[in-house]
């Protein structure tokens, strides 16, 4: 499954997804064991890790940022 698709899957608040970086369990969504944003809280986790999870936590915030005028509550970003 391509990473736009699981993280829009994970906004949308589908359940256990997962591909070889990313992963979406208990309402939590993980670049590989980092946990990134947390769909219950509503929050997403802007950390300075590695080069792929900042991709990936940029592509929450930009996926937030679209659904969010569609269809979802905001979020936060919370700078770590």
């Known amino acids: ?10 906004l949308e608040g589908k359940e256990y997804e997962s591909n070889n ?3 979406n369990r208990d309402g ?3 670049s590989y064991n980092l946990v990134i944003a947390d769909r219950n809280k509503k929050e997403i986790y ?9 991709t990936h936590i940029n592509k ?3 996926w ?3 659904l969010t005028s569609v269809l979802l509550e905001g979020y936060t970003v919370i700078e770590q």
């Not at 499954?1 to 994970?10: A, E, H, V």
């Not at 802007?46 to 900042?54: A, C, D, E, I, L």
């Open 28 to 30: 939590k969504l993980y």
């Open 64 to 66: 937030a940022t679209v």
């Open 1 to 10: 499954m391509k990473n736009d698709t699981l993280i829009k899957n994970f």
């Open 60 to 62: 929450v915030i930009y």
């Open 46 to 54: 802007k950390v300075s890790y590695s080069k792929t999870t900042s």
């Open 21 to 23: 970086s990313l992963t």
